[in-house]
């Protein structure tokens, strides 16, 4: 069941994540308020331009920035972009819980994950429950994803549950002065709302396709300031876009989380997608 707490979040961030050696460049975050049921965007940046000039901006301080600002900020909502479970074929019974928390001792390196993952599964690429349903491009260990999967779970969610510093939605039931945090994928949400059109690259066409999604994200109760749609046209990477739209879905799964939702078993083993 995925259900609210008493007074819901009003702050909002979406995370558009990378594993990359560049995560600190790669890593956009979008944050906004929630004003009269209108999410209300003020800033998108690289995640480098929140972290403290004395600190050395590689790949583990940053994963380890992001992962006590979700800590600190007790009365927000996360929405992060990369897989929060394994499919049931490689969870073999274990719990979601459990896997997450035997993560980091199981599985040594990326490598070491997609090579377990594609053992157990005859190499075969299996994909979640809600992969298939929200249409995911890609299975959780795949060739393009297996990084972002296992950075994102060894370094945000292992620690997050270990410390009790977030909860974990839909797995966790929300509660109040603890961070939520939700998994999103860009391409979900744009497929559902059929603007899923290439929007990353250098080229005209990318550019204004990069306007046509921000316009409609204006028609989904969301305003943008103006120098986050600069920021949106100008990265030709589409991470902040990509982090604007994380931002939005967040929003959505607070709504959801305003009345209960029974969820099916797959969802609590292997995580959901919100989109």
């Known amino acids: 069941m995925l259900s609210s707490p008493a007074n819901p979040k009003t ?57 006590d600002l979700i800590s600190t900020e007790t009365e927000a909502i996360f929405g992060l972009d990369f897989p929060f479970g ?8 274990q719990d979601w819980e459990s896997s997450i928390l035997n993560f980091s001792t199981k599985y040594e390196s990326p490598d070491d994950f997609r090579a377990k993952c594609r053992n157990r599964t005859g190499n075969k690429e299996i994909k979640r429950t809600t992969d298939r349903q929200k249409k995911a491009p890609f299975c959780v260990y795949n060739l393009r994803l297996y990084r972002q999967t296992y950075y994102g779970i060894r370094y945000i969610l292992e620690p997050l549950l270990k410390k009790k510093g977030a909860r974990i939605i839909p797995m966790q039931t929300p509660l109040q002065h603890k961070a939520s945090v939700a998994e999103i994928c860009p391409a979900c949400t744009l497929k559902r709302n059929g603007i899923y059109v290439p929007y990353k690259g250098k080229n005209n066409r990318e ?69």
């Open 207 to 275: 550019l204004e396709n990069r306007r046509m999604i921000l316009s409609a994200i204006k028609k989904w109760k969301i305003e943008l300031e103006e120098e986050v749609m600069k920021a949106a046209l100008e990265d030709t990477e589409g991470d902040a876009l990509d982090s604007i739209i994380a931002a939005y879905a967040s929003y959505r799964a607070l709504q959801e989380m305003a009345t209960d939702i029974h969820l099916a078993e797959e969802y609590i083993s292997e995580g959901m997608i919100c989109d």
């Open 86 to 93: 394994l499919p049931e074929a490689i969870l073999n019974g």
């Open 11 to 67: 702050l909002v961030y979406g995370v558009d994540f990378s594993g990359s050696k560049t995560a600190c460049k790669k890593i956009w975050v979008s944050r906004g308020t929630i004003h009269k049921r209108t999410l209300h965007i003020s800033s998108c940046c690289p995640i480098s331009d929140l972290m403290p000039e004395s600190i050395r901006k590689d790949r583990d301080n940053c994963l380890a920035f992001l992962q």
